[in-house]
């Protein structure tokens, strides 16, 4: 997909094209700067059309001809970017996605590497797997991508976050009655002041790795 159009901009000169006989006649030399401005301004316009072809760098014109092909009604004319979403939206629901173009268009939504899926075919689960920091995202990110999946497949979502350094997974409790523990080489004491439960009990839904 074309998002930059800055490869294609040319700076046209017909003259590198003249023959030794006329390139020093200075008539053919004006002859060719007035050409050379009429052949750039219609490379420009040629290029500018061309932009507003594709959704994603189309400007007003290129815009408003999607929005009346698919009869939408953009409350904000002056937010290119919304309007863009709003047509991209309207066409999920028009046509099948592969996976591939579904990540293209979570990378223009939400950001590139922000949201990675994939799905655990054996178990129809489709996993969306977002980066720590963008959690309050996860309603969103499931409202955009229900339409384009398979209704066979059941939404998951996860948030990987790497940590360097000591963590502690588990409980905390204040000791100050006495218990005796008897240990295959030593014995020790501790103090509770109130009930206390040593062991944990655990409803497991999903494997979690730490």
């Known amino acids: 997909m074309i998002t930059d159009f800055g490869i294609f901009k040319r700076d046209i000169d017909i003259s590198q094209f003249a ?11 004006e002859v060719y700067r007035v050409e050379s401005a009429e052949l750039q301004l219609l490379w420009d316009i040629m290029l500018d059309i061309f932009k507003e072809e594709y959704i994603y760098t189309a400007a007003d014109y290129g815009l408003e001809a999607w929005e009346q092909i698919l009869g939408i009604n953009p409350p904000d004319l002056t937010d290119t970017e ?10 999920i629901g028009q046509r099948p996605f592969t996976m591939p173009k579904v990540q293209e268009m979570l990378n223009f939504k939400f950001g590139n590497h ?7 075919s054996d178990r129809y689960e489709y996993w969306l797997d ?18 384009l999946i398979p209704k066979n497949l059941i939404i998951k979502t996860k948030s990987t976050t790497n940590i360097n350094g000591e963590i502690y997974v588990g409980a905390i409790s204040d000791v100050y009655e006495s218990f005796h523990v008897g240990a295959a080489l030593d014995k020790f004491d501790f103090k509770v002041g109130s009930d206390i439960n040593i062991g944990m009990s655990f409803d497991v839904l999903e494997t979690i790795k730490v």
């Open 82 to 91: 919304g309007r863009r979403s709003e047509i991209l939206s309207v066409l």
């Open 130 to 147: 977002v980066v720590d920091g963008f959690e309050s995202q996860l309603n969103n990110i499931v409202d955009y991508v229900e339409p």
């Open 114 to 120: 922000v949201v990675k899926h994939s799905v655990v």
């Open 19 to 29: 023959v030794p006989l006329t390139r020093d006649s200075r008539d053919i030399q």
